[in-house]
C-alpha cells in the first residue's frame, strides 16, 4: 500500500473549483478592518437601526413560551403563506395560492439561493445588473451557470436601459435577475422601462427573479413589480421577506412566489438542506403582516428625512450624489479625488474614522462611488459629513 504522506502521491484541491474561484465578500472583508477600530462612524452595513418592534418580538417570545418549537411544512406554515399571498395581491398585485405557489426561506438569500439552483442548467446564462448586491454573481456561479452583467450608469439614474439588456441576450440567456429598487444604488424603475423589460423577456423566453426586499423603502412615485405585467406572472419569481421593511435581519425569514411547477422544484431544494424555516421567526413574521404596517411607515419616514440630509450634505460638500428613490443607500461618486472606491474608503476610515463600502465591492461599474447607508442617526450622519468635508480639505492641500 502507498503511504499517502510520500511526496509523489498527487492529492486532488479540497476545495471544489467553482467555490474556490468565487472572491471573498467586498463589504465583509473591508469591516474585518473597521472591526479593529474604536469610534467608528459607520455608513456601511445595510441593516436598520431599528429594533423589531415590540410586537412582533413579543409573538416570538409567546411562540417559546407555547411550546411551538417544531418543525413546520417544508413551505412555511399554512397560516402565514396565506398571509403573504394577501399581502402581495393587496401590495404588488399579483394572485399566489398559498397551498402551492408560495415557499418560506431562511431570509430572501435562501430564495434567490435555491431559484437559482432549481432553474439554472450549467452553462446556462443569468443576466444581472450592476453595481449589485455583492452576492448575485456568487449565486449565479454556485449553481454552475454564467454571469452576464448588463451596467447601469448613474446618467440613467442607474436603472436598467432595456436596449442595453437586449444586447446581452444569446440563446445560453435563461434567466434576468433584477432589484429594484437597488441595492447599493437605490434605484427604481418606471413602468415604462418596466414594461420594455417585460416584452423582451416573454420575447427571448427569460425567466424572471424580481428580489424587492426593499419595496416598502420607497419614497416618490410608485413601485411596480415586473411580476404583475402582462405575460410574466407565470415566469417570475417573486422574492421578498422581513429584513429591510420590518427590521427583523436577524429573525432571517423570506419567501418566494410564483409558478407552482417551480416553487415545488424550488421546495425540493429547500428540503434538502434546510428543511424548514424557524418556527418562532415565522410566527413572528406572522405578526409583521397582520399588525406590522404602522411601525414600517414610521420607520420609512425617518429613512426618507436621513436620506435627504446625507444626499444634500453631500452635494453641498462637493460629492455629487443622485438622490435615491428606494432602499436606504447613498451612492455618491467620489471621482472628483482621484482616489480609487477602494483608496478613498480606506484612506476616510484612517484619517476620520468614517466607514463606507467601496462600489468596486457592487461590481465593476460601481467604481468611482461608495455606498453609505442612511440607517444611521441624524446626529451619525451629520458627523460623517463633516468628517468627510474635512478629509476632502485635505486631500486638496
Excluded at 53 to 73: A, D, M, N, Q, V
Aim: proline share 5%.
Amino acid at each position: 500500500m502507498k503511504n499517502m504522506n510520500d511526496s509523489k502521491c498527487v492529492r486532488r484541491p479540497l476545495v471544489a473549483d467553482h467555490i474556490q474561484s468565487l472572491p471573498k465578500s467586498g463589504i465583509r472583508r473591508f469591516f474585518d478592518l473597521v472591526n479593529t477600530m474604536d469610534d467608528v462612524i459607520s455608513l456601511g452595513v445595510g441593516e436598520p437601526d431599528f429594533t423589531t418592534p415590540w410586537t412582533i418580538r413579543e409573538t416570538g417570545i409567546f411562540s417559546l413560551e407555547k411550546g411551538h418549537t417544531s418543525y413546520t411544512s417544508n413551505l412555511g406554515t399554512p397560516a402565514l403563506r396565506r398571509e403573504i399571498c394577501r399581502y402581495v395581491e393587496e401590495n404588488y398585485h399579483v394572485k399566489y395560492d398559498p397551498k402551492n405557489e408560495c415557499i418560506v426561506t431562511i431570509g430572501v438569500s435562501e430564495a434567490l439561493d435555491i431559484a437559482m439552483r432549481a432553474l439554472v442548467n450549467p452553462g446556462d446564462e443569468v443576466i444581472y445588473t450592476e453595481p449589485c448586491f455583492v452576492s448575485y454573481p456568487a449565486e449565479i456561479r454556485m449553481a454552475h451557470g454564467v454571469p452576464v452583467v448588463v451596467e447601469t450608469y448613474a446618467k440613467d439614474g442607474f436603472a436598467l436601459d432595456p436596449e442595453i439588456l437586449l444586447r446581452k441576450i444569446t440563446p445560453k440567456s435563461r434567466a434576468l435577475l433584477l432589484n429594484f429598487p437597488c441595492n447599493p444604488t437605490g434605484a427604481v424603475m418606471s413602468r415604462e422601462n418596466l414594461e420594455k423589460v417585460a416584452e423582451i423577456a416573454v420575447e427571448h423566453d427569460l425567466i424572471v427573479l424580481t428580489d424587492e426586499i426593499y419595496s416598502e423603502l420607497l419614497y416618490e412615485g410608485e413601485h411596480v413589480s415586473i411580476a404583475s405585467l402582462p405575460g410574466m406572472r407565470e415566469r417570475t419569481i417573486f422574492l421578498h421577506g422581513f429584513s429591510k421593511a420590518f427590521a427583523m435581519t436577524g429573525w432571517r425569514v423570506g419567501y418566494a412566489c410564483g409558478p407552482r411547477e417551480i416553487i415545488d422544484a424550488m421546495m425540493k431544494v429547500h428540503q434538502y438542506s434546510i428543511m424548514c424555516a424557524s418556527t418562532m421567526a415565522q410566527e413572528a413574521a406572522l405578526e409583521a403582516l397582520r399588525n406590522g404596517t404602522k411601525s414600517m411607515q414610521q420607520m420609512r419616514d425617518s429613512y426618507h428625512e436621513r436620506r435627504d440630509l446625507m444626499v444634500n450634505g453631500f452635494n453641498r460638500i462637493g460629492l455629487e450624489c443622485l438622490m435615491p428613490k428606494g432602499a436606504f443607500y447613498a451612492f455618491p461618486s467620489i471621482r472628483s479625488t482621484g482616489l480609487s472606491s477602494t483608496e478613498f474608503a480606506e484612506e476616510l476610515l484612517k484619517a476620520e474614522k468614517v466607514a463606507v463600502v467601496p462600489g468596486s465591492a457592487f461590481g465593476a461599474c460601481g467604481e468611482g462611488f461608495v455606498r453609505c447607508c442612511y440607517a444611521a442617526s441624524a446626529e451619525d450622519i451629520i458627523e460623517a459629513v463633516n468628517r468627510m468635508e474635512h478629509f476632502l480639505a485635505t486631500l486638496k492641500r
